[in-house]
């Protein structure tokens, strides 16, 4: 069993590849190699079984194609241009994000062993006119680049999948929180960074009203739904391989107050609260009502509460601030 | 005001080309100049300004870039390989359905005047795992790769207006029924020519049981809808440039009969039924059950009963048989 993740130097990709080295099977099957993609070559990991690095840029057809050579039969495809970035650079987002991900479902299917793929998707795919109660049969009409992209990516798992090329699955994930490591290009960012700044003993500034609501889920909790997706078998998915993932829905004040009841006044006190209309324009556009009943049916699951959040943080991913 | 009709040669393009010859005019302005373009040049058309005619493949980029000098104010992207050549020739149907379709809208948006662009898609992309009544918020899950690709070109022509970079509507077709000339690789091809070689004194095989229901619309109202999708101010269409077309469910045993209506007995007579399991494989995922209120709203019609095609084809495209 050989793995690949495509992704693999990012905070998901890392945190899958700790906990399949931790676990050394997938689906029962022991993992021989994993192979670790990204823009740049991603940090090591130790792991019971041998681990190689691979800087590869996806959307060159031919450096993808290479990079499938290692003959994966699992691959989770995490790798983006986030939200904020392929707003801002519409070009670069179809060129990672569009033909990236056709790049990397041609690569695999090119390899004619049907491998299973499980491809990040985001509840950015929904949006504008649409229902307020968003159920697994709500269309998409994404209000970014990013999440139309994102779309495309899930039509084409889909139909690949049907095709017989490739064993896909597609969750789409909530906003992930609270993430370790910098603030990044994602519009989403600050709805870690609000919480993780604070808790390292930084400010951190919020863009949003404290009555923004969110859908989202926990570090812990996507990396554990992402691996029970490759696991769970094919024909369980029906005829659409793309899905939300469980989340849970609490508004920014809400939120701020879980932080509060697990750590104290202190970290929400470096909080500022400056409205940003550039980040407004694109948030505001999605949509926290999601009912997963095809994830909850497939087994997969959210977190209790936002105090599990706060708390998985100072577990796993707190670091010493730098000062 | 400079129109052009990618797909110009087929029996809609060339429909269209024939109304606005005989109109003159599109959204008010008059007509100077038509561009027909099709993957071989397509027929001439009378008409009261310039009409020009191009072979291009739109699969070639430098070839579609090269069409698009000649400045179009409105667009009808109507090109497409067809539902059962995209099943059986996979890749034939992502080069023309998705890159085609591409290189069009990146064409027109690097014109830099935000031309219309009407791109017709098809009720192919309903599908799968949704409810049996499809209202304009039911998600796409298309069963067959043209209807995925169609999918794609409407989220890509949605996010290309969101941006500015195109003025796009997506009206989704009904299919088009009775369609004049020859059968074609679409699986839907017979529920033209069961009507069409019996109307023409020939006989037709019915590749479906009579209740097999269809979601239709007829020539005649295709082309006045599609023109009416140019002329329809851009803040009508909200945060979706795709939406169902009208039209009007009926089995193939409820048109047979408008048809000996309208005929007599003798056409009826001359349909062969022989269940055709490739072309039931297609046609069973798709769906009739479509209520198109946007497209209603949008001042948008259809047909007023099946007898009206019948006699539509009678009036517009009956051929002397060549026996």
């Known amino acids: 069993m050989r793995v690949l993740i495509i992704g693999g130097g990012g905070f998901i990709g890392q945190k899958i590849a700790k906990a399949l080295a931790e676990k050394g099977t997938l689906n029962g099957k022991q993992i021989?190699?994993?192979e670790l993609a990204d823009i740049t070559a991603p940090p090591t990991v130790v792991a019971p079984f041998g681990v190689s690095h691979h800087a590869v840029d996806i959307s060159d057809k031919a450096k993808c194609d290479a990079l499938f050579q290692c003959q994966p039969d699992v691959v989770f495809h995490l790798a983006a241009i986030v939200s904020g970035q392929a707003e801002a650079e519409f070009d670069t987002g179809m060129r990672v994000n569009l033909a990236g991900t056709l790049n990397v479902f041609e690569a695999a299917r090119a390899l004619g062993t049907k491998p299973v793929v499980v491809f990040s998707s985001s509840c950015a795919v929904y949006g504008g006119e649409i229902p307020d109660q968003i159920?697994?049969?709500?269309t998409l009409n994404p209000q970014t680049s990013y999440g139309a992209q994102?779309?495309?990516g899930e039509l084409l798992c889909t139909d690949y999948s049907r095709k017989g090329f490739i064993d896909g699955r597609a969750p789409r994930l909530p906003t992930i929180t609270i993430r370790p490591g910098k603030p990044n290009a994602a519009a989403s960012s600050f709805m870690s960074s609000i919480f993780r700044e604070p808790l390292q003993g930084q400010t951190a500034v919020c863009p949003v009203q404290p009555?923004?609501?969110?859908?989202y889920l926990s570090p812990r909790k996507v990396v554990e739904n992402l691996i029970k997706c490759a696991e769970i078998p094919a024909e369980k998915f029906g005829e659409n391989r793309a899905f939300a993932l469980p989340g849970r829905v609490a508004?920014?004040?809400?939120m701020v107050e879980a932080m509060r009841k697990v750590a104290g006044d202190e970290p929400v006190n470096r909080?500022?609260?400056e409205p940003d209309p550039v980040i407004l324009s694109i948030v505001m556009g999605w949509r926290p009502h999601i009912n997963p009943q095809?994830?909850?049916a497939l087994g997969l699951t959210t977190d209790d509460s936002f105090e599990d959040n706060v708390r998985y943080f100072l577990e796993d991913d707190i670091q010493v601030p730098a000062t």
């Open 211 to 215: 009555d923004y609501a969110v859908w």
């Open 271 to 273: 909080i500022k609260w």
């Open 251 to 254: 508004t920014i004040g809400e």
């Open 135 to 138: 159920e697994d049969w709500t």
């Open 294 to 296: 095809k994830a909850l």
């Open 150 to 152: 994102k779309a495309i």
């Open 32 to 34: 021989t190699h994993l």
